[in-house]
Nanobody, 115 residues
Framework: VQLVESGGGLVQPGGSLRLSCVAS????????VRWYRQAPGKERELVAA????????NYADSVKGRFTISRDNAKNTVYLQMNSLKSEDTANYLC?????????WGQGTQVTVSS
């Protein structure tokens, strides 16, 4: 079982990034997926969530209108499109897949927003 995030990096304020989370080793299409983020010294924060079918999404108030979560079950991948990035978006972004008591996490990808 593995979740591998990618797409992070250094970006200027106002810029965009697209994160990817690729799953393997389990039936990905059956799992709801969430993106979390954690900045140094802060608690982990739920950023966005998508249901297993992709028919339902939810966002933290702090990212609504700027971030979009989507998934391609044929590719076992969830994406997080991040636009209009702000310095406060700087964090390690982690992917989480969950179904009943099955709960898998990736290692995260670092996003740094700075001029």
């Amino acid at each position: 079982v593995q979740l591998v995030e990618s797409g992070g990096g250094l970006v200027q304020p106002g810029g965009s990034l697209r994160l990817s989370c690729v799953a393997s080793g389990f039936t990905f299409r059956g799992y709801d997926v969430r993106w979390y983020r954690q900045a140094p010294g802060k608690e982990r924060e739920l950023v966005a969530a998508i249901a297993n079918t992709g028919g339902s999404t939810n966002y933290a108030d702090s990212v609504k209108g700027r971030f979009t979560i989507s998934r391609d079950n044929a590719k076992n991948t969830v994406y997080l499109q991040m636009n209009s990035l702000k310095s406060e978006d700087t964090a390690n972004y982690l992917c989480n897949a969950r179904w009943t008591y099955y709960d898998y996490w990736g290692q995260g990808t670092q996003v740094t927003v700075s001029s």
